[in-house]
């Protein structure tokens, strides 16, 4: 079954966590839109896809035509759990003016083993290390 999330909003800031579980199949579009001169804002995602799991995750900033001196930014972090967890990050930006400033940033990998060594060479477990690492994510 695939979950599918939509939100759209005018152009303020806009901070999501998500955690896609075991399993789980989870499309996420978010669509930031800028109507009037101006107007500031940036999206951040962050996400960890755990094993199993897929993540389709689309963003895109629409500047609409008249909204001259506005600033978008767009970001997607994703943390990978697992050796079959999968996602994909897919920013756009629509700019129907001049004057703007516009940009995106993705980015999609797993746990670094390195860190993993570290952690678990100061006694934690395997498991407690990856659960630290994620929550040092989210936060």
Excluded: W
Aim: proline share 2%; aromatic share 6%; hydrophobic share 40%.
């Amino acid at each position: 079954m695939t979950k599918v999330i939509n939100i759209n909003y005018n152009g303020l800031n806009l901070k999501k966590i998500l955690v896609v579980n075991p399993g789980e199949t989870v499309n996420l579009t978010t669509v930031s839109r800028y109507t009037k001169p101006r107007q500031t804002g940036e999206v951040e995602i962050r996400a960890v896809v755990r094993e199993n799991a897929f993540l389709k995750l689309k963003g895109t900033i629409i500047i609409a035509n008249g909204a001259e001196l506005v600033e978008g930014f767009l970001r997607q972090k994703v943390l990978l759990v697992g050796e079959n967890a999968r996602a994909e990050a897919i920013p756009e930006l629509e700019i129907e003016c001049n004057e703007v400033k516009a940009s995106h940033a993705a980015s999609v990998g797993r746990i670094d083993e390195e860190q993993i060594f570290y952690l678990m060479s100061r006694g934690l477990s395997k498991k407690e290390s990856e659960e630290l690492i994620i929550e040092a994510f989210l936060s």
